[in-house]
């Protein structure tokens, strides 16, 4: 049966896609330009978005199981809660959710908040789901390395408790996984959840001393304050995207994003590799 997944033009779908080719699956993706679309051979293209309906159902026909993932925008939750609703008109049970690290306690962070939402969906509608929780993207600092590199210095508030960052390789490759087994399985499986973490926990001060070991001149970190964060943010993308990374950021600094014991060993078991570190990451920027 086919496997449909959302968010496929993205960095964790497309990655998503290339790993459920290589294994085997029978794709259909979801997208709103197909003309943009660029994917391996055999994979069905299917135009629309998560809020036509139409669309939705016949991208959904044939379909057993579905990766969702929802981007972060104001109408994410109404994107979720009727993909979910029209799956389940459509028969399909077997679900791959990807959701974020400790969507159940950060609750003033929209997404965040929007995540646990689809979370008790998926469990109430009784869908067969793994839900994946990853933490903070380390691709996500694609987006201050102009200020790491030329300004020397790390700008991202993510305080001293640590964050354990999650390179989308990663999460791609572990929800190609749980989209194989779902999707493979004779009967239905239970509800199960995901911890996608990083190898290492870092502080803000770690992660500025990374880089000044990679770069051979210093990099200080920016400090804990979130404003002049949130402002720099203001100044490329939408003000209330910018204050909920403010909101983000704040959760890093009041609770860091850490990982419960087993998570990174569950990890590297289901991959068969070690995980991406944020190093070698910033390596390949510095490098660059």
């Keep these: 049966m086919t496997i449909l997944v959302t968010g496929a033009t993205g960095r964790v779908g497309r990655n998503v896609v290339e790993h459920l080719v290589k294994r085997g699956a ?22 629309g978005d998560m809020l ?44 791959v959710y990807l959701s974020v690290f400790e969507a159940d306690r950060a609750v003033n962070v929209p997404h965040f908040a929007v995540k646990f939402g689809a979370e008790r969906m998926l469990d109430r509608m009784g869908f067969s789901a793994t839900i994946l929780r990853p933490t903070y993207f380390i691709d996500n600092e694609v987006m201050i390395k102009d200020v790491v590199l030329n300004h020397r210095v790390y700008p991202m508030p993510i305080g001293s408790k640590g964050v354990a960052m999650v390179d989308a390789r990663d999460i791609a490759e572990v929800a190609a996984i749980e989209l194989i087994r779902r999707d493979r399985a004779p009967g239905k499986l239970p509800v199960e959840t995901i911890n996608l973490v990083g ?39 939408p003000k209330w995207t910018a204050y909920e990374m403010r909101l983000m950021a704040e959760r890093y600094v009041s609770d860091g994003m850490i ?30």
């Design 26 to 47: 029978d794709v259909r993706v979801l997208t709103r330009d197909p003309s943009k679309a660029a994917f391996p051979t055999g994979v069905e293209v299917a135009q």
């Design 199 to 237: 190898p290492d926990t870092l502080t803000g001060p770690q992660v500025a001393a990374i880089w000044s070991d990679l770069l051979g001149r210093t990099v200080v970190y920016g400090g804990d304050d979130p404003s002049g964060f949130e402002q720099t943010m203001a100044s490329f993308m």
């Design 259 to 288: 990982p419960n014991a087993g998570d990174v060993e569950r990890l590297t078991g289901l991959l068969g590799r070690p995980l991406h570190s944020y190093r070698s990451f910033a390596a390949a920027i510095a490098a660059g």
């Design 52 to 95: 036509d309906i139409d669309a939705l159902r016949a991208a959904f026909r044939g379909v057993r199981t579905l990766f969702l993932l929802n981007a972060v925008t104001g109408d994410e939750f109404t994107q979720a809660i009727i993909t979910l609703n029209i799956a389940r008109e459509a028969g399909v049970e077997r679900v």
